[in-house]
């Protein structure tokens, strides 16, 4: 791994990025209702479907997101206290009419035991959980993945937890005491562009593991520089996404 040749990269990334050569106009989540950024239905709103945001098309997940918030029928869903006073076929039918949910037994469980955790722990409102732990990253994450793992089904995984907090950081009023420590998000765009930059071995590529590597390089990598690893995501995501353009 050559450091210095793949910081350079990163800097033309970056550029190309803030050019819009790698596209990015339109972003998965910018399907939303556009509440206050501060407001509790906000905070839900960029939660709830995140758990559901597993090897599927994101673009088309908000997009069903936004159809389930619009439609009447369908709208309770991001209550949490409304979710568990109906039964779970109510709530199964809410989620799978627009396809918010496809698996629609066990999506339907994750969705709910989370907002059963959201009631139990925070009388409903997630915005407790950053306040509770002072927006701190590392202590949030360890909350979520370490402490009460179970309680968080899907949103406490690798990929998903720090993705879901790069999220309530661009699209809600939340700022974080350590911003430094929110790492990549390595999902399956972010991991291929990682070991296209050299970052990261075949052996490293194929692992099972490959999401806790990548998270652990892009650390060791930015480490002392002008970057934050949340600074490259996107650009990384969108250069996968679209196919890799020449990085001049």
Not at 163 to 188: G, H, M, S
Request: net charge neutral; proline share 3%; charged share 30%.
């Amino acid at each position: 791994m050559n450091k210095d040749k793949i910081l350079y990269k990163v800097d033309k990334l970056l550029e190309m990025y803030k050019n819009g050569e790698l596209g990015g106009e339109v972003m998965p989540e910018d399907a939303n209702p556009h509440f206050e950024k501060g407001s509790l239905e906000n905070y839900l709103y960029f939660t709830l479907p995140m758990s559901l945001n597993y090897q599927r098309n994101s673009y088309i997940l908000w997009e069903n997101a936004l159809k389930t918030y619009e439609d009447l029928e369908t709208r309770f869903v991001f209550n949490p206290k409304i979710c568990l006073e109906k039964t779970f076929e109510e709530v199964q039918y809410a989620l799978t009419k627009h396809k918010v949910a496809l698996q629609k037994q066990k999506q339907t469980e994750i969705w709910l035991s989370l907002c059963n955790t959201f009631i139990e722990l925070f009388d409903g409102d997630i915005r407790k959980l950053f306040e509770m732990l002072d927006n701190n990253v590392d202590e949030i994450r360890n909350f979520i993945q370490k402490d009460n793992k179970k309680k968080f089904p899907y949103l406490s995984g690798t990929k998903i937890c720090n993705y879901w907090l790069y999220v309530i950081y661009q699209y809600t009023d939340k700022r974080y005491k350590d911003i430094e420590n929110l790492t990549i998000a390595p999902d399956t765009h972010v991991c291929k562009a990682t070991y296209k930059l050299g970052l990261i071995t075949d052996n490293e590529f194929n692992s099972s593991n490959v999401q806790q590597i990548v998270i652990d390089k892009w650390q060791e990598l930015l480490k002392n520089t002008k970057y934050r690893p949340i600074d490259i995501h996107t650009p990384l995501w969108l250069w996968s996404r679209n196919g890799f353009k020449e990085v001049k």
